[in-house]
């Protein structure tokens, strides 16, 4: 079986979707800024201040062809800037999970652990510069994505199916 692969804007959803696939389906979850954090010791944010964001996106690139050889039957989330990958398609069906900046921005501001959800992206900590890169991604997702959900006005039980649904 085909991996499923989710892209989309920080904060869009992509790891709780991730894991209700995950309980509706016989697929494996697994998550690339898990995996980085895991191969580096420690979080993304102190990866981006101790070493910026191209030595990320090197760790990225190096799960990404690791992916592609050793993974499959598998829901991989990814983070936002994952779908830069040059392998991407050929790591499995790509989901773009879709909402406009504003809805995705007051998600994260309503959420109990707000603080903590904005602190864990350092590309949110200035608005302004996040709406720009989100407006920059945007027609780009849209061009590496496989299948395009609208996550709007759905609760995440129902995205799940639906992407299921479309997959299969």
Known sequence: MKNI???GFMGVGKGSIAREIVKKSSLI???TD???ESMENRKIKTIFA??????????ERK???WLQKEVEGTLISTGGG??????LKKIGTVVLL?????TIYNRILEHPDATKKLAKRPLF???ERARALYEERLPLYLKAADIVIDVSDKDIPKIAKEILKKVK
């Open 5 to 7: 692969v989710l892209i």
């Open 29 to 31: 979850g697994l998550d």
């Open 34 to 36: 898990d995996i980085i």
């Open 50 to 59: 101790e070493e910026g964001e191209d030595y990320f996106r090197t760790l």
């Open 63 to 65: 799960v990404a062809r």
């Open 82 to 87: 994952f779908f830069k990958v040059p392998n």
């Open 98 to 102: 879709n909402a406009p900046f504003e």
């Open 125 to 127: 900590q200035d608005i």
